[in-house]
């Protein structure tokens, strides 16, 4: 009898263990990727999954695909971009990467560019990816933001138009691509 309660004690004593340690790695997990989606913001599953498919054929031996969501808004650049800086506690957003010269590169951002500038740089990886894009159509200059990453948040790139290479049309709203 006392052997089969010192069994049954030491099956308790691993099992909590286990549970306490499932738990600690499922809250690492959440912790690990957690964001806050911009009011209003429209969930892109086609273009989620375009940057999913880009990331395995850039790094074909990393078996992790890091955790990435795109969305869009009607809101401004500014907006967006203000909204994730403040969330984050970066404050301000500066007016560009140099910060006004500042030593340090600020953690959030603005950045201007061209469409077909940037299409350019990505038409092997197209090519690779079996994407038919028609990039003649990728005109006209963007505002972006970049906003770093914190420990427990992602990484936030915001841009208005953006180029859909999986519909070939440059979009008027403001895009959010969140990826560790």
Known sequence: MQKSLRVAAVLLIVMAALVSCSKEK?????DSF?????????YLPHLTEVTKQAHKVLSPGNAEIPPTAIYDSDAS???????Y?????????????????????PAAYYRNGDLQTDVQGVV?????????????????????????AKPNRPRVTVQRPYFDVTTSQVVNRTLILMSR
């Open 85 to 105: 800086a403040k969330s984050y506690g970066y404050g301000k957003v500066a007016p560009d990467a140099t910060n006004n010269l500042s030593a340090a590169k």
């Open 34 to 42: 957690s964001f806050v989606v911009y009011p209003g913001a429209q």
């Open 77 to 83: 650049v500014e907006d967006v971009a203000n909204f």
């Open 124 to 148: 092997s990886l197209l090519q690779k990816m079996k994407l038919t894009t028609d990039i003649t159509r990728a005109q006209g200059q963007y505002k972006a933001a970049d906003i770093e």
């Open 26 to 30: 499922s809250t690492e997990a959440e």
